[in-house]
């Protein structure tokens, strides 16, 4: 099927500092998500991203996160600064339409120290 | 909030055996999909379904929208099989933010 990709496949940081996760969507498609799992938990919605815009974004997208994707480069997830709560996996989506099927990457691997 | 409730939170079977794993959610559902997690983390789409049933490969999803019901049914099962099955469900936004339940963790012994 179709793949996303997603660079690093592993970060490990030190507090404080600020982090960027590149995701490489299908290249088709429009609609892109981040998602974060904490080790053995539920896996839960970050933001949706439509037409360079924030589309939706929960109480887990706190104000030192931030997204964009340049000029339909890769869809970034910045964290500056991160924490210690931050570590994480974190999985980027992409879709047609907001309707449509998710296609997830392999997840980035972050470790705050 | 939106719920997405999945049962039995974990199943074990010998191979050959089928599987049939559930998924309730607390309000309308405008898109529903079946991912497998495997042990290692990496998440695949199984089937998307919002309603009536779907067949791939020896997977069949059927989804009941009316009573907030999907079903997933694993037909022999094998070893590979053993892994992580999530639904998550889109609650009526149509913008693809998805809600997942806590999986169901399906074991395939030889």
Redesign the interface.
């Known amino acids: 099927g179709p793949k996303v990709l997603q660079i690093p496949s592993h970060q490990i940081i030190d507090m404080g500092q600020m982090v960027t996760l590149n995701c490489d969507p299908v290249s088709n498609h429009l609609y892109f998500y981040w998602y974060k799992q904490i080790l053995g938990q539920q896996m839960e919605f970050l933001v949706n991203f439509y037409n360079g815009k924030v589309m939706e974004k929960s109480k887990l997208f706190k104000d030192q996160f931030s997204v964009e994707r340049p000029d339909g480069s890769y869809f970034t997830l910045k964290i500056q600064p991160t924490a210690l709560e931050d570590s994480a996996v974190y999985f980027c989506a992409s879709s047609r339409g907001g309707e449509n099927t998710q296609y997830f990457g392999p997840g980035t691997r972050l470790l705050v120290l | 909030g939106q719920q997405v409730q999945q049962s039995p939170a974990s199943l074990v079977l010998q191979e050959g055996e089928n599987a049939e794993l559930q998924c309730n959610f607390s309000s309308t559902a405008?898109?529903l999909?079946w991912?497998y997690q495997s042990p290692g983390?990496?998440?695949?789409?199984l089937l998307?379904n919002p309603s009536g049933t779907k067949h791939t490969g020896r997977l069949t999803s059927t989804t009941v929208t009316k009573e907030r019901r999907s079903s997933l049914h694993i037909s022999s099962s094998q070893t590979t099989d053993s892994g992580t099955y999530?639904c998550?469900i889109?609650h009526n936004?149509?913008?693809?933010?998805?809600?997942?339940?806590?999986?169901t963790v399906l074991t395939v012994k030889p």
């Not at chain 2, 983390?41 to 789409?45: I, P």
């Open positions: 405008t898109q999909q991912f983390g990496s998440l695949v789409s998307s999530l998550a889109d936004t149509n913008t693809g933010k998805l809600t997942f339940g806590d999986g």
